[in-house]
């Protein structure tokens, strides 16, 4: 079993206030990532991160941030949610170099809906 | 055009049958490829990468083509447990850090 966690698992809240989604993995990793997906649509990465002190965004464009201050930890913010918002934001995480299987390893999720 | 296409399905097999389903890609480059299995409103999770020369994993076979840009997934013998979405992934230079994924094949085994 992987282990990485997500909160919220499931979050309802109103137009315009600020969210973090929390994301924490235990296995070392130095990859993480954060993809969109929904239902019945592809994943798509909107962020990601090779280590400390290090993110990218991703090919969709994503109006959240993110930080990595430590390896195991990987939040995702948006300042103030928009009914766009709404959808399921899986975090992953995986080796990096010669390591790398190409497995992710995901978190199982967090629902956001924006009223 | 999207990068990586799969037929969303359903593919509904009986228990015991085979199915199989491809999935087409765009970047010529692409250099590795996974098959991943997402149950509903689930995680995805890896079921099996897929080599060149093609690869079997017990029950699922994968395959690779390159010639005409697409990856298959053989599963033989359906068990009721095989319902899910089967996600094609795509990488498509050696950055790790674009997987490039389908929207996935449905796949509803029924008894």
């Known amino acids: 079993e992987a282990d990485i966690y997500q909160t919220p698992r499931y979050l309802v809240i109103g137009t315009g206030k600020k969210i973090t989604l929390e994301c924490s993995q235990t296995?070392?990793?130095?990859?993480m990532y954060w993809y969109q997906q929904d239902p019945g649509m592809e994943l798509h990465l909107i962020h990601y991160?090779?280590?400390?002190?290090?993110?990218e965004k991703g090919d969709l464009s994503s109006e959240s941030t993110v930080s990595r201050i430590r390896t195991e930890h990987f939040p995702l913010t948006l300042e103030s949610a928009r009914p766009s918002h709404t959808s399921q934001y899986l975090c992953?995480?995986?080796?990096?170099?010669?390591?790398?299987?190409?497995?992710?390893?995901f978190g199982e999720g967090s629902r956001l809906t924006v009223l | 055009r999207k990068e990586v296409e799969q037929d969303p399905g359903p593919f509904n097999v009986p228990e015991g049958a085979t199915v199989a389903f491809n999935c087409t890609y765009s970047?010529?480059?692409?250099?590795?490829f996974f098959w991943y299995r997402q149950d509903c409103r689930k995680e995805p999770k890896l079921l099996m990468s897929?080599?060149?020369s093609g690869n079997e994993d017990g029950r699922f076979t994968a395959q690779l083509n390159r010639a005409s840009q697409y990856i298959s997934l053989l599963i033989r013998d359906s068990k009721l447990s095989d319902s899910a979405t089967y996600l094609c992934v795509v990488n498509p230079a050696d950055s790790w850090g674009k997987l490039q994924f389908g929207a996935g094949t449905q796949v509803v085994v029924t008894p």
């Open positions: 296995m070392g990793h130095d990859k």
């Open positions: 897929v080599y060149s």
């Open positions: 970047n010529s480059a692409s250099q590795s």
């Open positions: 991160s090779y280590g400390v002190n290090s993110t």
């Open positions: 992953a995480s995986s080796e990096y170099g010669t390591k790398n299987t190409g497995e992710l390893f």
